[in-house]
């Protein structure tokens, strides 16, 4: 998956951080704290087939946190085109790699070594 982002936890107030964490916590109440955020990412998955990334349905804000449970950091797309977000726990068996302005990352459900995704943070 890739992601693009144009913005960080700089663009928020302590305040809408707080908003943001009671948010998280609604979802996953381990969360305990908000690491850094891009304000605008978008979603795209490879399609190996055509060759080309193709976007997905998931574009917001971008989320990198902390929290109490195993395992100890995640992130989560707070969807803005629909109610599904994206979560993403952050363990051993997630690939990483920044090409800016693109987060490519390959998780343990990704079959195919190929197939990646990518947020770019617009």
């Known amino acids: 998956m890739t992601a693009t982002s144009a913005g960080s ?3 928020l107030t302590a305040k809408g951080l707080d ?8 979802q996953d109440p381990y969360i305990n704290n908000i690491v850094d955020v891009a304000s605008q990412v978008a979603l795209y998955t490879y399609n190996n087939r055509g060759n080309e990334w193709e976007k997905t ?9 902390t929290r109490l449970a195993s395992p100890r950091h995640g992130f989560t797309i707070m969807n803005r085109l629909s109610m599904e ?3 993403e726990p952050i363990t051993k068996d997630l690939d990483f790699q920044l090409q800016h302005p693109f987060l490519l990352y ?5 079959k195919d070594k190929d197939t ?6 617009l």
């Open 85 to 87: 977000n994206l979560t």
């Open 106 to 110: 390959r998780n343990a459900r990704c």
């Open 19 to 26: 908003i943001s964490l009671a948010a998280l916590q609604r």
């Open 57 to 65: 349905e998931v574009e917001g804000t971008l989320f990198i946190y």
């Open 9 to 11: 936890s700089s663009c």
């Open 116 to 121: 990646p995704v990518r947020a770019e943070l």
